[in-house]
């Protein structure tokens, strides 16, 4: 499934942003657009490749991969397995900078902390045990969590 621009003003399809399956991704579940970049929530196949279960970022006005290494081509900006991130569903980035993933699969099920700038975790925000008190929503988040997902989404 591509990113496709849209018209602002009379909703028509102004063309593809990102290519599908650019960069490894493949199954987004979130898009979300920060300070001139657009980071997407791959979850992938069952089989492991580049972007699989990851968080992956690109240029919001050319689409160009805008990973974290600088590597031509690496659209990478949290990798799968950092700090057990394994199938990301959505994120958000908070007023203190750092970026907020929920990991939805049954081994991890929390959601996780990352350094905004770099990508780096940092800690577990919501520890499985936690995230399980609450039945999640359709985002992958707690349902006790939508006050503080609104708040850190403003």
């Keep these: ?3 496709c621009v849209t018209n602002p003003v009379n909703g028509s399809s102004a063309g593809t942003l990102i290519a599908s399956g ?8 979130g898009l979300l657009f920060r300070n ?24 919001a006005v050319t689409g160009a991969p805008a990973g974290v290494s600088g590597l ?11 700090g057990g991130l394994d199938n990301p569903s ?5 007023p203190d900078g750092k970026a907020y993933v929920a990991s939805t699969s049954s081994a991890s099920n929390a959601i ?3 350094d ?3 990508g780096a975790f940092l800690d577990t925000f919501v520890p499985s045990r936690q995230r399980r008190a609450g039945r999640p929503d359709r985002d992958g988040l707690p349902a006790r ?10």
Excluded at 22 to 29: I, K, N, Q, S
Excluded at 72 to 82: H, L, M, R, T
Excluded at 90 to 94: C, E, H, I, Q
Excluded at 145 to 154: F, K, S, T
């Design 72 to 82: 031509p081509g690496d659209a990478v900006f949290i990798s799968s397995g950092s």
């Design 90 to 94: 959505r994120m958000v980035f908070g």
């Design 112 to 114: 996780l902390r990352y």
């Design 116 to 118: 905004g700038t770099t």
């Design 22 to 29: 650019a960069a490894g991704w493949d199954a987004p579940r």
């Design 145 to 154: 969590w939508l006050p503080v997902r609104d708040q850190l989404a403003e």
């Design 36 to 59: 001139g970049y657009v980071y997407v929530t791959s979850v992938g196949a069952s089989t492991p490749e580049p972007g699989m279960d990851s968080v992956l970022r690109f240029d």
């Design 1 to 3: 499934m591509p990113s």
